[in-house]
C-alpha cells in the first residue's frame, strides 16, 4: 500500500481531488505544487494510516517507516540537507489535515531536527546564530506543548522574566548568546515537569509529532466537534510533514496570512497581513501588530508601518501574480499562508476561504460576471439560510457584547429598545415615540399590537413555533424566545437573569439571529439589499422548479412578501384578523351567543371586517394564488383568562362577569391543540365557515372590480382528519359562492383544499383528496401530531435532547425527514394517485428551512410558503434543490 505521498519542486504524487486521503491540507499541496508554484517539498502520510492506527491499537504499518524513509530522502535531494545532519540538518514542520479544516486538533509543530547540535549547523548556514536559537526555542515551545503535553505558559513567563530584567520590549531583541540560557531553561523545565529530557534524537522528535498528530483526531474536543458537524470519525487525519522555509531570517524574511478577496466585504482586492522576522504562529498569536499586505489597504488603515507592497515589492508581485492563478484554478475566493526566506516567496497553504454572508454574495456574483463561474454554479455558492444577515439589521461585530441571557434565536435582526412588560406599554411608548423590546412570559394572540409596536420581543418561555416565534418572523421583527433562565416579574417591573437585575425602562439589545440578550444599546449595521442580491436572486429565479409564497395576513406583511419576491399568499391565518382593533368585541360577541341565531348576529358585524381585510390582501396580490385558510385556534384563546381581564372584557360588552367566567370555564380544554379547533370547530358552528367564505368571495368580486384581475383563490379547511369533515365544510363554501356569484353576477373560481395536518390526513390522502383539490401540509401540526410533542411545551426537554446527541436539530425548525417527512410523501403521493397533478405545498414553518425545502423539492411538491422576511432564502434554497 502507498500510505506516503511526496511534493514540491514541480510535482508531486497526489493533487486536489485527493483531499479524502491526503486532507484539505495535503492535496492543496500537492495541486499547488503540480501548478509550479513555489511550495517548499514534503510528503503527507494519509489518512488510511491514521485509520489503520487506530484499527491496529495505535500502531503504524510495517511498511510505513520505509516509505517515510524514502520520501525524507527525496526531500533531502531537493533541498540539500539530510534529515538528523549535524552540517546540513534538514529542519521541518509537522502538520495535522482532515478532509475539512478542524478545529480541536493538532495544529503544526514547527522547526523539527533541532537539537543541541543541529542549531550550530543552522545557525553557521544562515550566517545567523541568533535566528538559530530563535528557532530552537520556539521548537521546544511547541513541540512540548503540542507533542509532551507541557504548560506553554509557563515558557512565557521565563521569556517574560528575561526581558523585564534586561530591560528589552520584543523577543526579536533578545541576542543570540541570551537565547542560549534561556534555552537551557526550558530543557530544564521540560525536565522537571515531565520527568524526560527534552528529546534530542530527530527521528524520535518526528515520530513523536506524528502520533501527536494522529493523537489528536481522538482528543475529546475534536470529537465533540466532529459530533456537532456530523463528521464520521472513520476519516481520520493525514499528516503533512514539510521542509521549513524561515520567515524569522530577519529583515528579508517575513511571513503572512492573506485572502485574495476581502473575507467581510467580499471587494476584490487582496487583504491580509504579514509580520518581518517571524514565523507563521506570531501573525495569529497578536504579540506583534501585522502590517497590511497592500498600499492600499494600509492607507485605508492610516497605518505607518510599511506594507509588503512597498517593502518587497518582487515579492508582492509574485504573491499578487500567484493569488490571481489560484483564484482562477480553484474559482474561489482563496485562503493563503505565505512565507518569505531571504527575499525567496514559499507558499504554505491554500484554501477556500470563510466569508461573511455579504461576501459570500458580492464574490459569487463577481465570479459570474468576471465568467470564473457559470450563473448556476453561484447560485450554489451562497448559503441561503445567510441571507438572513443582509436582510435584517445586524449588531456591529465590533461591538461589545454584554450578554445577561441566552434564549432561542426565534426570528433574526437585531433591535434595541427599552425595556417593557405588556402590550399596552409598547403601544404608548411607540406612540410616544420611544423605541421598546416587549419581554413577557410568552405572548398570546392578545400581545398582537404590542408585538407590532415593539421593535423586538424576548419571551422566557416558547420555543421556536411558540406565538412569539412564529408572530416575529412573520412581522420581521427580531425575537428571542426561550430564555429560560430569566426571571420576569410584572408585578415588581423587573426581569432577571445571572443575579443580575433590570428594571422597566432600561435598555436592552437582543439579537434574534443567536439569541443573545444584551445590556444597554449597541452600535448596528443596517441591511443593504445591494445590486448584487437583487443579481443573485433573478439567477436563482431563472432555475427553480417550486414556487415561493408567503404567510400573510396584514397588508403590511402582503407587501414586503412581494418585494421580496412571494409569488402568492400559501398561509392566510384569519384567526390574527379576529384580534385586530374592535374585531375582538364581535368575535367575542360570537363566542359568548347562547344559539345560532345570536352568533350570527356577531357574525354579521365581522362580515363587513373581514371583507375589507381580504380586500386589501387581493388587490396586493392580484393574479396571483392566494390561499385563505378558515379559522383555525380554540375558541378560548379569544377569551380573557385573569380576574383583571374578565371584569374589563364583561365591563366593555355590557356582560355579566359571571357569564364570561362561565363560558371561559366552559370552552376550557386539557388540551387545546388537540381539542375543539380547525375544521372541528366547523362542522360545531357551520355559520363561521359560512361567514368567512361570503367574506372571501365578496371580497374578491371587489378587489377584483378595483384592479381589473381576479385573486385565484384558494380556501382551505384545517385540521381535517377525515374526508367527511371536509365534505360538510366544503358544501356550506359552495352555497356561499353559489350566493354570491347570484347576488353578484360575477362568476367566481375557487379551488377548496385542506391541510394535510395529523397523521390520519397523510395516511388517508387518498380518499381525502377526492374532495380537496388541492393539499398544504401544516407540519407545524404534523410534526407535533407525529412526534406527539406539543409545539408550545417542546422547549423545556427538545434542548436537553439535542445537547445529548438524541435529535440533531429541533424538528419544528427543521423537518424531520425521517418520520414527518415520511409522512409528508405519503400524503403526496396517495393525494396525487387519486388526483394526478393535485397541487401540493408547505405552510410550516419548515416552508422557510433550506434543507427543508430540499426534501419538499424531493418529493415534488409544488411550492413552499414562509413568513415575508425568508421569501429570498426560500427563493435560493429551492434554486439549489433544483440544480
Ligand atoms: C401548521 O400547522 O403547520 C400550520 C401552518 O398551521 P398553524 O401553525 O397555524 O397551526
Ligand atoms: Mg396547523
Known amino acids: 500500500t502507498k500510505w506516503v505521498y511526496n511534493f514540491g519542486n514541480g510535482s508531486a504524487d497526489g493533487a486536489a481531488d485527493l483531499r479524502n486521503l491526503l486532507g484539505g491540507k495535503g492535496a492543496n499541496l500537492a495541486e499547488m ?5 513555489p511550495v517548499p517539498p514534503g510528503f503527507t502520510i494519509t489518512t488510511d494510516v491514521c485509520t489503520w492506527f487506530y484499527d491496529h491499537k495505535n500502531s503504524y504499518p510495517d511498511d510505513l517507516n520505509g516509505q517515510v524513509e524514502a520520501a525524507l530522502a527525496q526531500v533531502g535531494a531537493v533541498t540539500g540537507r539530510v534529515f538528523g545532519d549535524d552540517k546540513k540538518p534538514l529542519l521541518l514542520s509537522v502538520r495535522s489535515g482532515a ?9 503544526t509543530v514547527l522547526n523539527l531536527g533541532l537539537n543541541d547540535v543541529t542549531v550550530k549547523a543552522i545557525g553557521e548556514d544562515a550566517g545567523d546564530m541568533r535566528f538559530a536559537y530563535d528557532s530552537y526555542r520556539r521548537f521546544i515551545q511547541m ?20 526581558k523585564a530584567e534586561n530591560d528589552l520590549a ?4 533578545i541576542a543570540a548568546e541570551d537565547w542560549v540560557g534561556i534555552i537551557e531553561q526550558f530543557k530544564a523545565l521540560v525536565e522537571k515537569d515531565l520527568g524526560l529530557p527534552f528529546p534530542q534524537d530527530p527521528q524520535e522528535q518526528l515520530w513523536g509529532a506524528i502520533g501527536a498528530v494522529f493523537g489528536s483526531w481522538m482528543t475529546s474536543r475534536a470529537k465533540t466537534y466532529r459530533r456537532l458537524q456530523d463528521i464520521p470519525s472513520s476519516w481520520g487525519t493525514a499528516v503533512t510533514v514539510q521542509a521549513m522555509v524561515f520567515g524569522n531570517m530577519g529583515e528579508t524574511s517575513a511571513t503572512g496570512v492573506a485572502f485574495t478577496r476581502n473575507p467581510s466585504t467580499g471587494e476584490n482586492t487582496l487583504y491580509g497581513e504579514f509580520l518581518v522576522n517571524a514565523q507563521g504562529e506570531d501573525v495569529v498569536a497578536g504579540i506583534r501588530t501585522p502590517q497590511d499586505i497592500t498600499e492600499k489597504a494600509r492607507l485605508e488603515a492610516g497605518s505607518t508601518k510599511p506594507s509588503l507592497e512597498q517593502l518587497m515589492p518582487e515579492c508582492f508581485a509574485e504573491f499578487q501574480d500567484i493569488c490571481s492563478k489560484l483564484e482562477h484554478h480553484y474559482r474561489d475566493m482563496q485562503d493563503l499562508e505565505f512565507t518569505i526566506e531571504k527575499g525567496k516567496l514559499w507558499m504554505l497553504q491554500t484554501r477556500a476561504g470563510k466569508r461573511t454572508a455579504k461576501a459570500a454574495l458580492k464574490i459569487a456574483v463577481d465570479m459570474a460576471e468576471e465568467g470564473l463561474l457559470t450563473e448556476n454554479e453561484a447560485v450554489m455558492r451562497v448559503e441561503p439560510g445567510a441571507l438572513d444577515q443582509l436582510l435584517h439589521p445586524t449588531i456591529d461585530p465590533k461591538a461589545t457584547r454584554d450578554v445577561i441571557v441566552r434564549g432561542l434565536p426565534a426570528s433574526p435582526g437585531a433591535a434595541c429598545g427599552a425595556i417593557v412588560f405588556s402590550s399596552d406599554e409598547a403601544e404608548e411608548a411607540k406612540a410616544a415615540g420611544r423605541k421598546v423590546i416587549l419581554v413577557r412570559v410568552e405572548t398570546s394572540p392578545e400581545d398582537i399590537h404590542g408585538m407590532h409596536a415593539a421593535e423586538g420581543i424576548l419571551t422566557s418561555r416558547g420555543g421556536m413555533t411558540s406565538h ?19 426571571r420576569i416579574d410584572y408585578r415588581t417591573g423587573t426581569v432577571s437573569a445571572v443575579g443580575r437585575i433590570l428594571n422597566k425602562g432600561d435598555i436592552i439589545t437582543i439579537d434574534g439571529s443567536s439569541g443573545q440578550v444584551l445590556v444597554g444599546e449597541v452600535t448596528m449595521l443596517q441591511p443593504a439589499l445591494s445590486g448584487d442580491f437583487g443579481t443573485l436572486m433573478g439567477w436563482a429565479d431563472k432555475v427553480r422548479r417550486m414556487k415561493v409564497r408567503t404567510n400573510a395576513e396584514t397588508p403590511a406583511d402582503a407587501r414586503a412578501a412581494r418585494e421580496f419576491g412571494a409569488e402568492g399568499i400559501g398561509l392566510c391565518r384569519t384567526e390574527h384578523m379576529f384580534f385586530e382593533g374592535e374585531r375582538i368585541v364581535a368575535v367575542r360577541e360570537m363566542i359568548l351567543a347562547d344559539g345560532e341565531e345570536g352568533r350570527r348576529g356577531a357574525l354579521d358585524k365581522l362580515l363587513p371586517m373581514q371583507r375589507q381585510d381580504f380586500t386589501a390582501l387581493f388587490e396586493i396580490m392580484k393574479g396571483l394564488p392566494v390561499t385563505i385558510r378558515l379559522l383555525d385556534p380554540p375558541l378560548h384563546e379569544f377569551l380573557p383568562h385573569s380576574d383583571e381581564e374578565l371584569a374589563n372584557v364583561a365591563e366593555a360588552m355590557g356582560v355579566d362577569v359571571e357569564k364570561l367566567r362561565e363560558r371561559a370555564s366552559s370552552l376550557h380544554e386539557f388540551n387545546p391543540m388537540l381539542g375543539h379547533r380547525g ?27 378595483i384592479t381589473g384581475e381576479l385573486v385565484l383563490l384558494e380556501i382551505m379547511v384545517p385540521l381535517v382528519g377525515l374526508k367527511a369533515e371536509l365534505d360538510l365544510v366544503r358544501a356550506s363554501i359552495e352555497k356561499t359562492a353559489k350566493a354570491v356569484q347570484s347576488e353578484t ?12 395536518e395529523l397523521p390520519r390526513a397523510a395516511l388517508q390522502a387518498a380518499e381525502i383528496a377526492k374532495s380537496a383539490e388541492f393539499f398544504s401540509f401544516g407540519t407545524n401540526d404534523l410534526t407535533q401530531t407525529t412526534f406527539g410533542i406539543s409545539r408550545d411545551d417542546a422547549a423545556s426537554f427538545l434542548g436537553t435532547y439535542q445537547a445529548k446527541g438524541l435529535i440533531e436539530q429541533d424538528p419544528f425548525v427543521s423537518l424531520d425527514q425521517d418520520g414527518v417527512g415520511e409522512l409528508v410523501k405519503i400524503g403526496a403521493e396517495r393525494g396525487r394517485s387519486t388526483r394526478p397533478g393535485m397541487k401540493l405545498g408547505i405552510c410550516g414553518e419548515h416552508g422557510g428551512d433550506p ?10 411538491l409544488d411550492y413552499v410558503s414562509c413568513s415575508p422576511f425568508r421569501v429570498p432564502i426560500a427563493r435560493l434554497a429551492a434554486a439549489q434543490s433544483a440544480l
Open 745 to 756: 353576477g360575477v362568476e367566481l373560481t375557487y379551488q377548496i383544499g385542506t391541510m394535510v
Open 170 to 173: 520584543l523577543d526579536t531583541e
Open 851 to 860: 434543507a427543508s425545502i430540499g426534501f419538499c423539492e424531493s418529493v415534488g
Open 99 to 107: 478532509r475539512v479544516s478542524m478545529p480541536g486538533m493538532m495544529d
Open 468 to 486: 412569539a416565534a412564529v408572530v416575529a418572523r412573520g412581522m420581521g421583527k427580531p425575537c428571542v424566545s426561550g430564555a429560560g433562565s430569566l
Open 143 to 162: 513541540y512540548s506543548d503540542v507533542v509532551l503535553g507541557a504548560d506553554h505558559h509557563e515558557f512565557e513567563e521565563i521569556l517574560e522574566q528575561h
Open 33 to 37: 505544487s503540480n501548478l509550479g508554484l
Open 679 to 705: 375544521c372541528r370547530l366547523l362542522v360545531s358552528y357551520p355559520e363561521i365557515a359560512e361567514m368567512q367564505a361570503r367574506a372571501i368571495f365578496e371580497a374578491a368580486v371587489e378587489a377584483g372590480k
